[in-house]
C-alpha cells in the first residue's frame, strides 16, 4: 500500500488472498455471494443472490447432505462450521474442490438463522495423493456408518443401565478411541457418577459435586453445550478449578457432550484421550451422534428399571403368604407374572384363615393383563378374605364377590368394552377330616393326584365368572381328599402357555404330574430336590401317562415344593417363586398355581413305616338338570383305571356306568351320585363302583325282544361284570358292579416299564 493511498476494503483484502464471502439468510431462502465467491460456484465474477435451490444445484450431492450435518452440529454447539466441497457444472462434472468455514447466528425478531461464511479454493494434491484422497475419505465414511450402526444396534439391545455402560465402555471409534469415558447424572442439584471406564474403582467419588461447580460435565449439564478440551494447557485455562482433578489422570485431550433426550438434559458423557485430539468436525459429529444414542438407551433402561421396581412392588404387596404350616397337610404356591407392561396381570390366589378353624384357598384371574386388572384384582382379592373371614359359605362368598366385582367396574367403566369379569375358584378345606367345598366361578376345575400317582380331573359344577351377572348363584361340590393325595388348582396360564389349548395343555400337566417322583432324592436332607425337570420325572409307561410311568407311594413330606418348581419348569423353565426370570419375555399368560397336599396314612413327619397299597376312589354327582355330565363320569372311569391290564374290561366298566347314571336320570326323579373305588395289589386289584339315588324303585332284569329299545341294562351288568347287585337302602337304593384284574400270563404288574 502506497502512502497517501485508503485503506483496503474487507472485500479487497479477500479478493487477493482468492477468498470468497457469502450468507445465507433462512427466514427468505436466498444465499448471496460476492464477485469471488461467484466465480468458484462456476458463475460470471460479480456479486449476486441466489435462491437456495439454485446454490444447492452447483454442489455435489452428497457433499450438499455433509453441509447440512456440519452446521447443525456448529449451530448446537456454538462453534464454526468447516467443510469441503465439491463444485458442479452444468454437466454435472466436478470442476473444482473448495473448503468453507461459516458461524451462524439466530435472529429472535425474524426466529431465523443467518449464517456468514468464506470458500476458498483447495489446492489439487499430487498425483500419488489425489489417487488415495478419495478412497480415504470414502474409507472414513464407511467406517463412521458401519460404527455408528453397530453402536446404535448395541445401545438398543442394551437392557439395563449395566448393559449401556458396558456398551459405550466398549466402543471403537473410527481413527480414535478414548482411554477413558464417564457418564455423569443429576440427583436433585448435584453432578453424579453414573458409570465410568478406565478409572480405578472409588475414583468417582471425587466427581459428585454441586452443579455451580467450575467443573466442564457440570457446564454441559447446565448449558446443553458440548465442551471440547484439545490440550492440558486449554483445559486448565478454561478450568483451573477442577484442573487438578483431571491431572491425575495424565490424559491429553477431553470431550465432554450433554446427554439430551426430548429436549432435557438428563446427563453429560466423558471422553478422554491420552494423546491429542483436535475434534474435526467428523469427529464431533460422530461423538454427538454416539451422545444422542446413549442418551436415549439411558433414558429407555431407567424407565424399564423403575418399571420393574413398580413390578416388584406391586408383585409383594398383592402377592399373600401362605401362613402357618397346617397339621395334617402343606400347601404350596406359584406365581410368574406375563412378560408383556408392567409383568403385572390379573392371575392371583390367597389363602384364607376361616373363623371355624378350617381354612380357604383362592385362585382366580380378572380378565385383562394391565394396570387395571391388576387394581380390579387387588380390590377382588380384598373383598373376598372379607366375606370369608365373616365366615360365609363358599357359594354365598362368590355371589357377594360378584356382586361386588359388577358394581365397581360398571361405575368405573367409561363404555360396555371396559367391563371387566373374573374367574375364581373357592375351596374351603377342613384340614382334620379332608373333606373339600368347592365353589367354582367359570374357573378350570381341580386337579388330583392320588396316593399311586394316578391324575383326576375332578369336574365341578360352577356358575358364571364373576362380575357378569350380579345375581348369579354358585353350587357347592363336596369331595374329600384322602390321604396321600394332592390337589391342583390353576390358572389357564399353567395350561395354555406354549401354543396349548386346554385339552393338549392339560395333558401335558397331567404327564408331569403322573411322572413325577414322590420320593426325596438320595442326600436330599430337605426333601426339596434340585427343581430340575429330569430329577423329578421317572421314564416308564402306563396308559394316560405319556409314557411317563408314575412312582407308587406317597407324597414325601417336603416334595410339595419340588413338585411345583417341576410344574413350572416343564412349561417355561427355571424362575423363583414370585420373581420374574429372564424367561418372563417369552409368556402369553400370568401363571397362578396352588398345591395342597394331605399327608399319607402313617407318613407323618419321620415316620419311615410300610403303609398298605393306596386304594384310589374317585366320586361324582349327576344332577338331573345336568344329563351331559356321564360323559364326565365316563372319563372319569377311564382315567382311574388307565393303567388296567385288561382293555375289554375297561371298556365294559365305562358302557356300564354310562348304563347305569342313564337308568337313574330316566327312569327317578333323583340325581345319581356314582362312587368308583379301586383296591389291591397290581394284577390282582378290584374295581368297583356304585351307583346311589334317592328312589325306592327297584330295577329289575328283563327279557327284552329285538326291537325294545330299554330293558337291557341288568342284562348287560350280568354279562360284563364279575359281581353286581341292587341293594335297598333306607331313603333310597345302590346298585353296583365288580371288576377283578387278573395277572398276565407271564407274572408281571401287567403294566409297561420303558
Given at each position: 500500500?502506497?502512502?497517501?493511498?485508503?485503506?483496503?476494503t474487507?472485500?479487497?483484502?479477500?479478493?487477493?488472498?482468492?477468498?470468497?464471502?457469502?450468507?445465507?439468510?433462512?427466514?427468505?431462502?436466498?444465499?448471496?455471494?460476492?464477485?469471488?465467491?461467484?466465480?468458484?460456484?462456476?458463475?460470471?465474477?460479480?456479486?449476486?443472490?441466489?435462491?437456495?435451490?439454485c446454490?444447492?444445484?452447483r454442489?455435489?450431492?452428497?457433499?450438499?447432505?455433509?453441509?447440512?450435518?456440519?452446521?447443525?452440529?456448529?449451530?448446537?454447539?456454538?462453534?464454526?462450521?468447516?467443510?469441503?466441497?465439491?463444485?458442479m457444472?452444468?454437466r454435472?462434472?466436478?470442476?473444482r474442490?473448495?473448503?468453507?468455514?461459516?458461524?451462524?447466528?439466530?435472529?429472535?425478531?425474524?426466529?431465523?438463522?443467518?449464517?456468514?461464511?468464506?470458500?476458498?479454493?483447495v489446492?489439487?494434491?499430487?498425483?500419488?495423493?489425489?489417487?488415495?484422497?478419495?478412497?480415504?475419505?470414502?474409507?472414513?465414511?464407511?467406517?463412521?456408518?458401519?460404527f455408528?450402526?453397530?453402536?446404535?444396534?448395541?445401545?438398543?439391545?442394551?437392557?439395563?443401565?449395566?448393559?449401556?455402560?458396558r456398551?459405550?465402555?466398549?466402543?471403537?471409534?473410527?481413527?480414535?478411541?478414548?482411554?477413558?469415558?464417564?457418564?455423569f447424572?443429576?440427583a436433585?442439584?448435584?453432578?453424579?457418577?453414573?458409570?465410568?471406564?478406565?478409572?480405578?474403582?472409588?475414583?468417582e467419588?471425587?466427581?459428585?459435586?454441586?452443579?455451580?461447580?467450575?467443573?466442564?460435565?457440570?457446564?454441559?449439564?447446565?448449558?446443553?453445550?458440548?465442551?471440547?478440551?484439545?490440550?492440558?494447557e486449554?483445559?486448565k485455562?478454561?478450568?483451573?478449578?477442577?484442573?487438578?482433578?483431571?491431572?491425575?489422570?495424565?490424559?491429553?485431550s477431553?470431550?465432554?457432550?450433554?446427554?439430551?433426550?426430548?429436549?432435557?438434559?438428563i446427563?453429560?458423557?466423558?471422553?478422554?484421550?491420552?494423546?491429542?485430539?483436535?475434534?474435526?468436525?467428523?469427529?464431533?459429529?460422530?461423538?454427538?451422534?454416539?451422545?444422542?444414542?446413549?442418551?436415549?438407551?439411558?433414558?429407555r433402561?431407567?424407565?424399564?428399571?423403575?418399571?420393574?421396581?413398580?413390578?416388584?412392588?406391586?408383585?409383594?404387596?398383592?402377592?399373600?403368604?401362605?401362613?402357618?404350616?397346617?397339621?395334617?397337610?402343606?400347601?404350596?404356591?406359584?406365581?410368574?407374572?406375563?412378560?408383556?407392561?408392567?409383568?403385572v396381570?390379573?392371575?392371583?390366589?390367597?389363602?384364607?384363615?376361616l373363623?371355624?378353624?378350617?381354612?380357604?384357598?383362592?385362585?382366580g384371574?380378572?380378565?385383562?393383563?394391565?394396570?387395571?386388572?391388576?387394581?380390579?384384582?387387588?380390590?377382588?382379592?380384598?373383598?373376598?378374605?372379607?366375606?370369608a373371614?365373616?365366615?360365609?359359605?363358599?357359594?354365598?362368598?362368590?355371589?357377594?364377590?360378584?356382586?361386588f366385582?359388577?358394581g365397581?367396574?360398571n361405575?368405573?367403566?367409561?363404555?360396555?368394552?371396559?367391563?371387566?369379569?373374573?374367574?375364581?375358584?373357592?375351596?374351603?378345606?377342613?384340614?382334620?377330616?379332608?373333606?373339600?367345598?368347592i365353589?367354582?366361578?367359570?374357573?378350570?376345575?381341580?386337579?388330583?393326584?392320588?396316593?399311586?400317582?394316578?391324575?383326576?380331573?375332578?369336574?365341578?359344577?360352577?356358575?358364571?365368572?364373576?362380575?357378569?351377572?350380579?345375581?348369579?348363584d354358585?353350587?357347592t361340590?363336596?369331595?374329600?381328599?384322602?390321604?396321600?393325595?394332592?390337589?391342583l388348582?390353576?390358572?389357564?396360564?399353567?395350561?395354555?402357555?406354549?401354543?396349548?389349548?386346554?385339552?393338549?395343555?392339560?395333558?401335558?400337566?397331567?404327564?408331569?404330574?403322573?411322572?413325577?417322583?414322590a420320593?426325596?432324592?438320595?442326600?436330599?436332607?430337605?426333601?426339596?430336590?434340585?427343581?430340575?425337570?429330569?430329577?423329578?420325572?421317572?421314564?416308564?409307561?402306563?396308559m394316560?401317562?405319556?409314557?411317563?410311568?408314575?412312582?407308587?407311594?406317597?407324597?414325601?413330606?417336603?416334595?410339595?415344593?419340588?413338585?411345583?418348581?417341576?410344574?413350572?419348569?416343564?412349561?417355561?423353565?427355571?424362575?423363583?417363586?414370585?420373581?420374574?426370570?429372564?424367561?418372563?419375555?417369552?409368556?402369553?399368560?400370568?401363571?397362578?398355581?396352588?398345591?395342597l397336599?394331605?399327608?399319607?396314612?402313617?407318613?407323618?413327619?419321620?415316620?419311615?413305616?410300610?403303609?398298605?397299597?393306596?386304594?384310589?376312589?374317585?366320586?361324582?354327582?349327576?344332577?338331573?338338570?345336568?344329563?351331559?355330565?356321564?360323559?364326565?363320569?365316563?372319563?372319569?372311569?377311564?382315567?382311574l383305571?388307565?393303567?388296567?391290564?385288561?382293555?375289554?374290561?375297561?371298556?365294559?366298566?365305562?358302557?356300564?356306568?354310562?348304563?347305569?347314571?342313564?337308568?337313574?336320570?330316566?327312569?327317578?326323579?333323583?340325581?345319581?351320585?356314582?362312587?368308583?373305588e379301586?383296591a389291591?395289589?397290581?394284577?390282582?386289584?378290584?374295581?368297583?363302583?356304585?351307583?346311589?339315588?334317592?328312589?325306592?324303585?327297584?330295577?329289575?332284569?328283563?327279557?327284552?325282544?329285538?326291537?325294545?329299545?330299554?330293558?337291557?341294562g341288568l342284562?348287560?351288568?350280568?354279562?360284563?361284570?364279575?359281581?353286581?347287585?341292587?341293594d335297598?337302602?333306607?331313603?333310597?337304593?345302590?346298585?353296583?358292579?365288580?371288576?377283578?384284574?387278573?395277572?398276565?400270563?407271564?407274572g408281571?404288574d401287567?403294566?409297561?416299564?420303558?
Amino acid at each position: 500500500m502506497r502512502t497517501g493511498e485508503p485503506p483496503p476494503t474487507v472485500e479487497d483484502v479477500l479478493s487477493a488472498l482468492e477468498t470468497g464471502l457469502w450468507t445465507w439468510d433462512s427466514a427468505a431462502g436466498a444465499v448471496t455471494v460476492d464477485a469471488e465467491a461467484a466465480r468458484m460456484l462456476g458463475l460470471p465474477p460479480e456479486p449476486r443472490t441466489l435462491t437456495q435451490a439454485c446454490a444447492r444445484a452447483r454442489l455435489h450431492p452428497v457433499d450438499w447432505n455433509e453441509i447440512v450435518s456440519v452446521v447443525q452440529l456448529a449451530g448446537a454447539e456454538d462453534t464454526i462450521a468447516e467443510v469441503r466441497i465439491r463444485v458442479m457444472d452444468e454437466r454435472g462434472r466436478v470442476i473444482r474442490t473448495v473448503r468453507s468455514r461459516s458461524k451462524s447466528k439466530f435472529d429472535p425478531v425474524r426466529n431465523s438463522v443467518e449464517m456468514i461464511g468464506t470458500i476458498q479454493e483447495v489446492t489439487e494434491p499430487s498425483p500419488e495423493t489425489a489417487s488415495r484422497a478419495p478412497a480415504v475419505t470414502g474409507d472414513w465414511r464407511r467406517s463412521r456408518e458401519a460404527f455408528l450402526l453397530d453402536a446404535g444396534r448395541a445401545l438398543a439391545e442394551a437392557r439395563s443401565t449395566e448393559e449401556v455402560l458396558r456398551v459405550a465402555a466398549g466402543l471403537a471409534m473410527p481413527g480414535f478411541s478414548p482411554d477413558g469415558l464417564a457418564v455423569f447424572g443429576v440427583a436433585a442439584d448435584h453432578l453424579t457418577v453414573t458409570g465410568h471406564h478406565g478409572h480405578k474403582k472409588g475414583d468417582e467419588a471425587a466427581f459428585h459435586m454441586p452443579l455451580e461447580t467450575d467443573y466442564p460435565a457440570a457446564e454441559v449439564v447446565r448449558t446443553g453445550r458440548a465442551v471440547y478440551l484439545s490440550s492440558p494447557e486449554e483445559y486448565k485455562a478454561r478450568y483451573p478449578t477442577s484442573w487438578p482433578l483431571a491431572e491425575q489422570f495424565g490424559r491429553q485431550s477431553w470431550a465432554f457432550l450433554p446427554l439430551i433426550v426430548a429436549g432435557r438434559t438428563i446427563g453429560a458423557w466423558m471422553a478422554g484421550f491420552t494423546y491429542p485430539v483436535t475434534f474435526t468436525p467428523d469427529e464431533r459429529s460422530v461423538l454427538t451422534t454416539v451422545a444422542r444414542m446413549l442418551a436415549q438407551a439411558l433414558s429407555r433402561t431407567d424407565a424399564a428399571e423403575t418399571e420393574r421396581e413398580l413390578t416388584d412392588g406391586l408383585q409383594r404387596t398383592m402377592l399373600p403368604t401362605l401362613g402357618p404350616e397346617i397339621p395334617g397337610m402343606s400347601v404350596a404356591a406359584r406365581y410368574v407374572p406375563t412378560g408383556g407392561g408392567l409383568q403385572v396381570g390379573g392371575d392371583w390366589y390367597d389363602m384364607i384363615a376361616l373363623p371355624s378353624g378350617r381354612f380357604a384357598l383362592v385362585i382366580g384371574d380378572v380378565q385383562g393383563h394391565d394396570v387395571r386388572a391388576a387394581g380390579l384384582m387387588g380390590q377382588l382379592r380384598i373383598a373376598l378374605r372379607a366375606y370369608a373371614s365373616e365366615g360365609h359359605r363358599p357359594d354365598a362368598v362368590l355371589s357377594r364377590a360378584s356382586r361386588f366385582l359388577h358394581g365397581i367396574t360398571n361405575d368405573s367403566a367409561a363404555d360396555l368394552a371396559d367391563l371387566r369379569f373374573a374367574t375364581c375358584l373357592y375351596v374351603e378345606v377342613d384340614p382334620v377330616t379332608g373333606v373339600l367345598d368347592i365353589a367354582r366361578a367359570g374357573h378350570l376345575d381341580p386337579a388330583v393326584r392320588m396316593a399311586d400317582g394316578t391324575v383326576l380331573l375332578r369336574p365341578t359344577p360352577g356358575g358364571l365368572p364373576l362380575g357378569i351377572d350380579p345375581d348369579a348363584d354358585y353350587p357347592t361340590t363336596q369331595l374329600v381328599l384322602e390321604p396321600g393325595e394332592t390337589m391342583l388348582l390353576c390358572t389357564d396360564g399353567l395350561i395354555e402357555t406354549g401354543g396349548h389349548d386346554l385339552d393338549t395343555g392339560w395333558r401335558r400337566v397331567r404327564t408331569i404330574l403322573e411322572g413325577f417322583d414322590a420320593r426325596p432324592y438320595e442326600g436330599d436332607g430337605d426333601g426339596s430336590g434340585d427343581g430340575s425337570v429330569g430329577g423329578g420325572l421317572k421314564s416308564g409307561g402306563g396308559m394316560g401317562s405319556g409314557g411317563l410311568k408314575s412312582v407308587p407311594g406317597l407324597l414325601e413330606p417336603g416334595r410339595l415344593e419340588a413338585l411345583a418348581d417341576v410344574l413350572v419348569q416343564a412349561v417355561h423353565g427355571p424362575s423363583s417363586h414370585h420373581t420374574p426370570g429372564p424367561l418372563a419375555d417369552r409368556r402369553e399368560d400370568d401363571i397362578a398355581m396352588l398345591l395342597l397336599c394331605r399327608a399319607g396314612e402313617g407318613r407323618g413327619r419321620g415316620d419311615t413305616t410300610a403303609v398298605r397299597p393306596p386304594v384310589r376312589r374317585t366320586a361324582l354327582t349327576v344332577a338331573q338338570a345336568e344329563p351331559e355330565r356321564i360323559a364326565g363320569a365316563r372319563q372319569q372311569v377311564r382315567e382311574l383305571l388307565h393303567d388296567w391290564t385288561s382293555d375289554d374290561q375297561i371298556h365294559s366298566a365305562v358302557l356300564l356306568v354310562s348304563e347305569m347314571l342313564t337308568n337313574v336320570l330316566v327312569h327317578t326323579d333323583a340325581d345319581a351320585l356314582l362312587v368308583a373305588e379301586m383296591a389291591g395289589e397290581g394284577g390282582k386289584r378290584r374295581m368297583r363302583i356304585e351307583v346311589t339315588d334317592t328312589s325306592d324303585d327297584l330295577p329289575h332284569k328283563r327279557h327284552p325282544g329285538e326291537l325294545a329299545s330299554s330293558g337291557r341294562g341288568l342284562v348287560l351288568m350280568d354279562m360284563l361284570a364279575d359281581a353286581w347287585g341292587v341293594d335297598p337302602r333306607g331313603d333310597g337304593k345302590s346298585i353296583w358292579f365288580e371288576l377283578y384284574e387278573a395277572a398276565p400270563a407271564d407274572g408281571s404288574d401287567g403294566r409297561l416299564v420303558v
